[in-house]
């Protein structure tokens, strides 16, 4: 897919519109997280401000932030390309999710504000569309968006800014994989987000079991692999 075909993805973005640097980095981001910009895949900075029809200032400042969380690598002078998808990275992303997220899903069960509850209840609303059958909702984007509500609202920053930096990683991992999609099932999530709409610390359990399904299949790969 070209980045032309990949920026026609999003209508509010195809304007003929200077994009914004979010803008920009959520095509980038997106492109990624789907496997249109495949892992390996070197990307020049004159082809993305050609195809996004920016200037070079936004495409560096979106590939800086896509570094930073691990989606992107750079050599000053050699190249810049979407980091592979290595299992023994994932293995580790795993494990710290597996101990970060759940204190992080107590603190919103513990508090769920109304603008957060009803932005998880229409997560829900569009899974149960879909299940069915009259609606395009995908699990692992209801996840992702319902994790981005959870944790724009706990308490402790330090804790979901950690989480943030490594989400992107583990959601690109269950999009392109067949067992991450298994684990991130649209009945656990949308166990997961009627369960923190209500205050259930099932949230926790379900989540728990996302993590160690993940952590069962990725270890002996890593293990066969040393």
């Given amino acids: 897919m070209t980045l032309e ?3 026609a993805r999003f209508p509010s973005l195809a304007a003929d519109r200077r994009l ?3 803008d920009v980095y959520a095509v980038l981001l997106a492109g990624i997280i789907t496997g249109d910009l ?3 895949e070197r990307l020049k900075d004159g082809e993305l401000t050609e195809a996004l029809r920016v ?25 810049t390309l979407v980091s592979p998808l290595e299992i023994r990275e994932i293995v580790d992303v795993v494990g710290v999710l597996r101990l ?23 997560v829900a609303e569009r899974l149960d569309r879909e299940a069915e059958g009259a609606g395009d909702a995908s ?11 959870i944790l724009a609202v706990i308490p402790d920053r330090v804790l979901a800014e950690t989480i943030e930096n490594l989400i992107p990683r583990f959601v690109r991992y269950v999009t392109l994989s067949d067992e991450g999609a298994a684990a991130v ?5 949308l166990d997961f987000v009627r369960a923190v709409v209500l205050g259930d610390e099932r949230a926790v359990g379900v989540l728990e079991e996302v993590f160690l399904e993940l952590a069962e299949v990725l270890s002996p790969r890593v293990g066969g692999a040393a």
């Fill in 139 to 149: 699990p692992i984007d209801a996840f992702q968006r319902s994790t981005a509500a």
């Fill in 100 to 122: 970060l997220m759940p204190p992080a899903i107590r603190h919103a069960v513990n508090g769920v504000d109304v603008d957060t509850e009803l932005e998880l209840t229409v």
């Fill in 20 to 22: 914004l640097r979010n």
């Fill in 38 to 40: 495949a892992p390996g």
């Fill in 185 to 189: 099932s649209r009945e656990r999530v």
């Fill in 5 to 7: 075909e990949l920026r």
């Fill in 55 to 79: 200037s070079r200032t936004p495409v560096r400042e979106a590939i800086g932030r896509l570094q930073q969380v691990g989606l992107i690598r750079t050599a000053p002078n050699r190249y």
